[in-house]
T-cell receptor
Framework: AQSVTQLGSHVSVSEGALVLLRCNYS??????LFWYVQYPNQGLQLLLK??????LVKGINGFEAEFKKSETSFHLTKPSAHMSDAAEYFC???????????FGKGTTLSVSS | DSGVTQTPKHLITATGQRVTLRCSPR?????VYWYQQSLDQGLQFLIQ???????AKGNILERFSAQQFPDLHSELNLSSLELGDSALYFC????????????????FGPGTRLTVL
């Protein structure tokens, strides 16, 4: 079955440091790829998505992700962390338009001053 | 604000009871998805409706059912509740895919937190 693996259930960084959240998918067919963020007591908000075209995708709040087919990865990065980035981040995939998302287990990002 | 509304925000009930969770999708979105978020299982897809018809089923228990009404709002019914059903239940909606077949974003509601005592 297709699955999504997020390495590291918890990542801690200092304010201003690089943020790197890892996501790998298991499929020989490249899926559509998404990163969502969940702030405490809120729903999920889309950060960015890869569907077709350029493999480096820019999202909201300064985040970006690069689709690497050879590595079956879609890691999320941000050059400089801000305290407001503290949240839970979910990588998700779908294999066909109009179908449900398959989510990773999530990574909690903590940012310290 | 995603435009997706869910009621109630919190629900506390007892084992064996039945509850109904309600979702109103974004205006114009025909697809509604229900997801369950729990500490042990993470975010799991339950069921999808498209324009009133069931489109796909995920890890939904037989004790759970859903429907989508003509005005496109959806309800998730959970019956014979067990302690393990305590979770956050999300509804998401999306528009149909683009002409190129590329999926559109799913917009998530704020969720309903169900506590079964």
């Amino acid at each position: 079955a297709q699955s999504v693996t997020q390495l590291g259930s918890h990542v801690s960084v200092s304010e201003g440091a690089l943020v790197l959240l890892r996501c790998n998918y298991s499929s020989s067919v490249p899926p559509y790829l998404f990163w969502y963020v969940q702030y405490p007591n809120q729903g999920l908000q889309l950060l960015l998505k890869y569907t077709t075209g350029a493999t480096l995708v820019k999202g909201i709040n300064g985040f970006e992700a690069e689709f690497k087919k050879s590595e079956t990865s879609f890691h999320l990065t941000k050059p400089s962390a801000h305290m407001s980035d503290a949240a839970e981040y979910f990588c998700a995939v779908s294999y066909q338009a109009g179908t449900a998302l398959i989510f990773g287990k999530g990574t909690t990002l903590s940012v310290s001053s | 604000d995603s435009g997706v509304t869910q009621t109630p925000k919190h629900l506390i009930t007892a084992t064996g009871q039945r509850v109904t969770l309600r979702c109103s999708p974004r205006s114009g979105d025909l697809s509604v998805y229900w997801y369950q978020q729990s500490l042990d299982q993470g975010l799991q897809f339950l069921i999808q409706y498209y324009n009133g018809e069931e489109r796909a089923k995920g890890n939904i228990l037989e004790r759970f059912s859903a429907q989508q009404f003509p005005d496109l709002h959806s309800e998730l019914n959970l019956s014979s509740l067990e302690l393990g059903d305590s979770a956050l239940y999300f509804c998401a909606s999306s528009d149909k895919a683009t002409l190129a077949g590329v999926p559109n974003e799913q917009f998530f509601g704020p969720g309903t937190r169900l506590t079964v005592l």
